[in-house]
């Protein structure tokens, strides 16, 4: 048994390191010189450490301009996809309605068509309406990218929590809103805050169609400003690797707000018997 646990965790510690080596070595190359970048070999861990590169990042054009679009559009979209999205998981999982089933089949048939497929059809009409280069459409377009996730991961949330605990409430008084917001909400959090954590990643990481949609340099967002980094005369990996480095960290501001929640989530929902 105890062999069997070993290796288990040897195991998981070899799959995380896996995972986190790319994470480390965007890190590492960001905080070495210039001159160490274009080497034959990588050394692990580097010598020389320098912050010319996260200077030369947060003070490129365009980069405070792009951070700001970015959480504008990102924000908008996954707060719009999770109250559109509880609302349609709450009616899918506690009402029966004729055509529910189909509805459900429709949503997951969305969620599952491949995005980049729709690229040119959305393009061609915010052209004739005259749409393009405006942060709301992009909002828009994230919205619905989203939206068929959080809806069906939140219906699977909202079918694992008893019925009874509402009717429960309403028998002590609450009616259909009052036993929602004060039971059922509450008992929602893990669900919510691992619906917003990948809505959140799946927005902010986005960039064909915020190519596509938005010319102006003056409205594009982060992941449109790292390609800048590229230019006919080269690539300045260390100002690229240090912007990415830059980029993930609303990511991880974002997780770690959201995630203390999940244990008052578990809890804060729960009635006295």
Known sequence: MMAKKVAANAVALVVALFFAFPTYWMVTSALKPRVDMLTSGYDL??????????ATAWNKAGFLDSLANSLLVTLSAVLAALVVGLLAAVALSRMRFRGRKGFVMVMLVAQMAPFEAL????????????????????????FAVTLPFCAWTLRGFVNGIPLELEEAAMVDGCGRWGAFRRVTLPLLGPGLVATSVFAFVTAWNEFLYALSLVNDQAKQTLPVWLSSFQSQFGT????????????????????????????????????KG
């Open 45 to 54: 861990v580097p010598f020389s450490v320098t912050g010319a590169n996260f």
């Open 119 to 142: 690229l040119i059809p959305i393009f061609l009409m915010m052209r004739d309406l005259d749409l393009l280069d405006r942060l709301p459409v992009l909002t828009l377009v994230y």
């Open 236 to 271: 300045d990996w260390g100002g690229a690797m240090a912007a990415s480095a830059l980029f993930t960290l609303p990511v991880l501001v974002f997780f770690l707000i959201v995630q203390r929640k999940m244990v008052t989530g578990v809890t804060a929902g729960a009635v």
